[in-house]
């Protein structure tokens, strides 16, 4: 099992950048294929992107392709969502989700998810 904690979620101008932080407890961190997702209110989980166990294999919705970014860092046990040109439309909860399983695109697909962050991008 696994425990999942963001961090770095706030209040940004349009055009401006954040990263979130999503820190995992447990020795098997690279045991988990690790996705991001976000639900704004009203409104479905949407998927966001993915990071392979090892950090070779990303992919991303096409709402965010070419803004954001994941990466991980297995040694710190800790996943990151860096975002760039920030728009209004990408406020948000943002959570990170793992699982031992492939895992692509859908909420079902993982097991664990932390408590989300909120981001807020003012026009």
């Known amino acids: 099992q696994v425990q999942l904690v963001e961090s770095g979620g706030g209040l940004v101008q349009a055009g401006g950048s954040l990263r979130l932080s999503c820190a995992a407890s447990?020795?098997?961190?690279?045991?988990?294929?690790m996705g991001w997702f976000r639900q704004a209110p009203g409104k479905e989980r949407e998927f966001v992107g993915r990071r392979s166990r090892s950090g070779g294999s990303r992919y991303y919705a096409d709402s965010v392709k070419g803004r954001f970014t994941i990466s991980r860092d297995n040694a710190k046990n800790t996943v990151y969502l860096q975002m760039n040109s920030l728009k209004p439309e990408d406020t948000a909860v943002y959570y990170c989700?793992?699982?031992?399983?492939?895992?692509?695109?859908?909420?079902?697909?993982?097991?664990?998810w932390g408590q989300g962050t909120q981001v807020t991008v003012s026009s």
């Open positions: 989700a793992a699982t031992t399983g492939y895992g692509l695109d859908r909420p079902g697909e993982y097991e664990y």
């Open positions: 447990g020795r098997t961190f690279r045991s988990y294929a």
